[in-house]
């Protein structure tokens, strides 16, 4: 079974500083990758996706992932953080041979933005 | 319309009580989903609907009963819950991944369960 690791609970990090938040996966084969935040007593909201093509994924407010398959990471990255940024995000798997509905989750990482 | 709509909001019960949550999307998704989230966890796959067919329980205890009566709807029958159970229930949906689509879920705002 796909299992995801999220490997910082919580980020601290002042406005304007770039930010990573790193997440590492159990397996390179077949997979489908999501990054999605979560604000306070609010669902979740899709910030990028990679499922296949071109290693570097732009995403939404000035996301962006790298999907590294020697290193099974997936990495979310964004140069310039602010105040609004402040959530959780989640990463996510799914096993494309499993026909890509079951979506597992890391445990999140809450970035709080510092000003 | 990119919305998932769930109903209620909030919802306190006791445990000899029987509820209802309510889910609704008109994107034309044919997937639909509750996910189960305690505080600060993540989400917790709990079952998949395809083509309003059950086809993921993961292993749920019978206590919550779901049901899929067209494929806009998607309800949670809550009977003889827990204070255990007290969580944040999503549902989300998404186009069915046979047919080729990137399969996104869209989240609903959730349903905050308490069971006293």
């Known amino acids: 079974a796909q299992s995801v690791t999220q490997l910082d609970s919580q980020v601290p990090v002042f406005e304007e500083a770039p930010v990573e938040l790193r997440c590492n996966y159990s397996?390179?084969?077949?997979?489908?990758l999501f990054w999605y935040v979560q604000y306070p007593n609010q669902g979740l909201q899709l910030l990028l996706k990679?499922?296949?093509?071109?290693?570097l994924v732009k995403g939404i407010n000035g996301f962006e992932a790298e999907f590294n398959k020697s290193q099974t990471s997936f990495h979310l990255r964004k140069p310039s953080v602010h105040i609004s940024d402040t959530a959780e995000y989640f990463c996510?798997?799914?096993?494309?041979?499993?026909?890509?509905?079951?979506?597992?989750f890391g445990a999140g990482t809450i970035l709080r933005v510092k000003s | 319309d990119t919305e998932v709509t769930q109903t209620p909001k909030h919802l306190v019960m006791g445990m000899t009580n029987k509820k209802s949550l309510k889910c609704e999307q008109h994107?034309?998704?044919?997937?639909m989903y509750w996910y189960k989230q305690k505080a600060k966890k993540p989400p917790e796959l709990m079952f998949v609907?395809?083509?309003?067919?059950?086809?993921i329980n993961e292993s749920v205890p019978s206590r919550f009963s779901p049901e899929c009566p067209n494929s806009s709807l998607l309800n949670l029958h809550l009977h003889a819950l827990q204070p255990e159970d007290s969580a944040l229930y999503l549902c989300?949906?998404?186009?069915?991944?046979?047919?080729?689509?990137?399969?996104?879920?869209?989240f609903g705002e959730g349903s905050r369960l308490t069971v006293l």
């Open positions: 989300a949906s998404s186009q069915e991944w046979t047919s080729g689509n990137t399969g996104e879920l869209f």
């Open positions: 397996s390179s084969v077949s997979v489908y």
């Open positions: 990679y499922l296949s093509g071109s290693t």
């Open positions: 996510a798997v799914s096993d494309r041979r499993m026909g890509g509905n079951k979506l597992v």
């Open positions: 994107m034309g998704h044919r997937a």
């Open positions: 609907y395809s083509y309003e067919k059950l086809s």
